[in-house]
């Protein structure tokens, strides 16, 4: 499996010490649709950061269900989501996007955030992930 690029479309992706990289390649391909510095008109994403990817997670987890097919966002350019979402308007913005934009890429499954909590496209009520997005894909 291929490991996720430490820059996608010239946003930097920084990972946690303990972060297994090697994913899916429908999670990359999912991440290099989404990940951009564009993705929101009137901010800029210059940086990500993901918490977990194949690792740190027991099944029936999508991380470690087939090999890494899923990845947490926690930070946005350097803030973490539990201290500025939703009142931080950069942070809101673009994790609001990124979970809009992820919704229309192939693939897609788990889509649980701050902003949505969404399962094969129909909303999942789900505890937790307020603090970090979690993107999983089929």
């Not at 989501?81 to 673009?94: D, T």
Request: no cysteine.
């Amino acid at each position: 499996m291929p490991n996720i690029p430490s820059n996608i479309n010239g946003v930097t992706v920084e990972f946690s010490p303990h972060v297994n990289k090697d994913v899916d390649l429908n999670i990359i391909n999912a991440l290099r649709v989404i990940i951009k510095p564009t993705i929101v008109s009137g901010h800029n994403l210059n940086k990500i950061y993901i918490s977990s990817a194949n690792d740190q997670h027991k099944l029936p987890s999508r991380h470690v269900q087939g090999k890494g097919k899923a990845v947490d966002i926690s930070r946005i350019n350097g803030y973490k989501m539990s201290l500025f979402y939703p009142s931080n308007p950069l942070v809101k913005s673009i994790v609001d996007a990124i979970q809009i934009n992820f919704e229309n890429t192939p693939f897609r499954r788990e889509n649980f955030g701050p902003h949505l909590k969404k399962k094969l496209g129909n909303n999942h009520p789900i505890n937790g992930h307020g603090d970090h997005i979690h993107l999983s894909v089929n």
